[in-house]
């Protein structure tokens, strides 16, 4: 008796413990952005672009306008190449607010990312602004730019 209801509680420990992650809650470098700020949309959108498999889930973070832009490059590595002209192999990202209002009730913002990684046993440093526009409750990703 004693062993079917230690079999059972670690069956039931073990069954818990199975359970998939929660969906990504925060992002920066704490983990204290959240989905409503314009950081967080544009952390994620480039997060995508270097680290998913394709570019589906960084169109969901575009505009129209950037959605045409990725589709016309197909891939990650052509997005990464043609479109921001910085690839990496490894690649951590860091946003920069340029304004100094609160993103709440703004329509649009304007984000600095500071990209810092290595490519082919290189460590390459750089940055873009992004331009990003509310659409809803949603950011998306208008236009990415060297200034």
């Known amino acids: 008796m004693l062993k079917n209801i230690i079999f059972i509680l670690i069956f039931s420990v073990l069954l818990v413990a199975c359970d998939k992650a929660p969906p990504k809650q925060g992002g920066g470098k704490f ?26 889930d960084a169109i969901e973070l575009s505009t129209p306008k950037m959605e045409r832009l990725l589709r016309s490059y197909h891939t990650n590595k052509g997005v990464q190449k043609h479109v921001l002209n910085m690839r990496f192999d490894k690649v951590s990202i860091q946003p920069k607010s340029r304004s100094a209002g609160r993103n709440e009730f703004a ?41």
């Open 31 to 56: 983990g204290m952005l959240d989905r409503g700020n314009p950081e967080f949309a544009a952390i994620e959108f480039f997060d995508h672009i270097y680290h998913s498999k394709g570019i589906d």
């Open 107 to 147: 329509k649009e913002a304007q984000i600095s990312l500071f990209f810092e990684g290595e490519l082919d046993g290189n460590v390459l440093k750089d940055m873009r602004l992004i331009d990003l526009v509310r659409v809803g409750k949603d950011w998306k990703v208008d236009e990415v730019s060297l200034n």
